[in-house]
T-cell receptor, first 111, second 117 residues
Framework: GNSVTQMEGPVTLSEEAFLTINCTYT??????LFWYVQYPGEGLQLLLK?????DKGSNKGFEATYRKETTSFHLEKGSVQVSDSAVYFCALGTSYGKLTFGQGTILTVHP | EAQVTQNPRYLITVTGKKLTVTCSQN?????MSWYRQDPGLGLRQIYYSMNVEVTDKGDVPEGYKVSRKEKRNFPLILESPSPNQTSLYFCAIGPGLAGGVSTDTQYFGPGTRLTVL
């Protein structure tokens, strides 16, 4: 079946540090890949997505590239801010409607 | 902009007391679903609905019921809540068709934090 594995967390960084959150997946067919972000006390918001191999999704300085050969969709940001502190979820979508989520990675950024 | 509302946002209840969490959308999406979020497990789908009067089980349906009598509403029903249903619940709409337009994005409500004592 489909599955998503995210790097072990939590992740703690200083402001302006480089961020990588690893995500790998197992899926049949050709899934779309997503990163969602959950700020404290809020629901999930779509951060970025990629629908086919080699696509790069980007938003708010975050980027992730759909790598079919390594079945990965790692999230990166060159310089994090305190306001980026949140929980980040990698997800894949194949069949109509359903998303399969990773376990989430808690990011804390200190000034 | 897609809007998904859930009520209540917070609920503390006791074992066995029936409760309903409502979900409403303003986007005319055909597809709606319920997830629960638990630490270390991410989000898991409870039930989904592909259209009015069409519902089906997700990955963790035990102890839950849903109904879809009209397109905009998709309530989650716990007939006899138990402590292992203490969790954070999210309603979501999409992807799929919304008013004849296709989208691959899923939009989430703000969440309902449920505690069952």
């Amino acid at each position: 079946g489909n599955s998503v594995t995210q790097m072990e967390g939590p992740v703690t960084l200083s402001e302006e540090a480089f961020l990588t959150i690893n995500c790998t997946y197992t899926a049949t067919g050709y899934p779309s890949l997503f990163w969602y972000v959950q700020y404290p006390g809020e629901g999930l918001q779509l951060l970025l997505k990629a629908t086919k191999a080699d696509d790069k999704g980007s938003n708010k300085g975050f980027e992730a590239t759909y790598r079919k050969e390594t079945t990965s969709f790692h999230l990166e940001k060159g310089s994090v801010q305190v306001s980026d502190s949140a929980v980040y979820f990698c997800a894949l979508g194949t069949s109509y409607g359903k998303l399969t989520f990773g376990q989430g990675t808690i990011l804390t950024v200190h000034p | 902009e897609a809007q998904v509302t859930q009520n209540p946002r917070y609920l503390i209840t006791v074992t066995g007391k029936k409760l309903t969490v409502t979900c409403s959308q303003n986007m005319n999406h055909e597809y709606m679903s319920w997830y629960r979020q638990d630490p270390g497990l991410g989000l898991r789908q409870i039930y989904y609905s592909m259209n009015v009067e069409v519902t089906d089980k997700g990955d963790v349906p035990e102890g839950y019921k849903v109904s879809r009598k009209e397109k905009r509403n998709f309530p989650l029903i716990l007939e006899s809540p138990s402590p292992n249903q203490t969790s954070l619940y999210f309603c979501a709409i999409g992807p799929g068709l919304a008013g004849g337009v296709s989208t691959d994005t899923q939009y989430f409500g703000p969440g309902t934090r449920l505690t069952v004592l």
